[in-house]
């Protein structure tokens, strides 16, 4: 059965402080490893990780993704309370079906 | 800058009836995709659409459900006979053909079966 796994479900952090988030995933035909970020309503397009090893990077924000091991980070330097937010780990089959994890819930403090 | 626009943002319905979610995707996408997010539980795909057919669904996908392009702009999702456990947010994301995978989601409507 396709699943994936993210952990920690709950994290909780001071501004300054350096988060890894962390994605696992077992997908048939696996394709894609996507990361979102979800604040009030709709979740917000992150990161599309192909490549095994590659990092991308947006801002405080990188991942990178391990085909072999099969899972993702997600690391978010020098927080600040505005990235107080779930973020969300989703694995993209063949037919561009997303299955998503459970989410991280991260809260940054001032 | 474009978005995907749902209707209603909030819907109330007894058990039983049908309701339709509207979705107006962005103008030059091709993927279609309804999700829903039960309340404090994980976003769960529920079907993809491309080519005026559904290309995959879920489990969750019965035949309660059913999706449909009237027209060249909405795509709207109709929920049959709903029950109480169908009470969900109810995101609609869409893709185009470049960056079909960075699905760009809508607002979401919360429905709730009373």
């Known amino acids: 059965e396709d699943k994936v796994v993210q952990s920690p479900l709950s994290l909780v952090v001071h501004e300054g402080d350096t988060v890894t988030l962390n994605c696992s995933y077992e997908v048939t035909n696996f394709r894609s490893l996507l990361w979102y970020k979800q604040e009030k309503k709709a979740p917000t397009f992150l990161f599309m990780l192909?490549?095994?090893?590659i990092e991308k990077k947006s801002g405080r924000l990188s991942s990178i993704l391990d085909k072999k091991e099969l899972f993702s980070i997600l690391n978010i330097t020098a927080t600040q309370t505005g990235d107080s937010a779930i973020y969300l780990c989703?694995?993209?089959?063949?037919?561009?079906?997303?299955?998503f994890g459970a989410g991280t819930r991260l809260t940054v403090k001032p | 800058e474009p978005e995907v626009t749902q209707t209603p943002s909030h819907q109330v319905t007894q058990m039983g009836q049908e309701v339709i979610l509207r979705c107006v995707p962005i103008?030059?996408?091709?993927?279609f995709y309804w999700y829903r997010q039960i309340l404090g539980q994980k976003v769960e795909f529920l079907v993809s659409f491309y080519n005026n057919e559904i290309s995959e669904k879920s489990e969750i996908f019965d035949d309660q459900f059913s999706v449909e392009r009237p027209d060249g702009s909405n795509f709207t999702l109709k929920i049959r006979s709903t029950k109480l456990e169908d009470s969900a947010m109810y995101f609609c994301?869409?893709?185009?053909?470049?960056?079909?995978?960075?699905?760009?989601f809508g607002q979401g409507t919360r429905l709730t079966v009373v």
């Open positions: 994301a869409s893709g185009d053909v470049d960056r079909v995978n960075e699905a760009f």
């Open positions: 989703a694995a993209l089959g063949n037919n561009n079906d997303m299955r």
């Open positions: 192909t490549s095994s090893g």
């Open positions: 103008s030059n996408h091709l993927y």
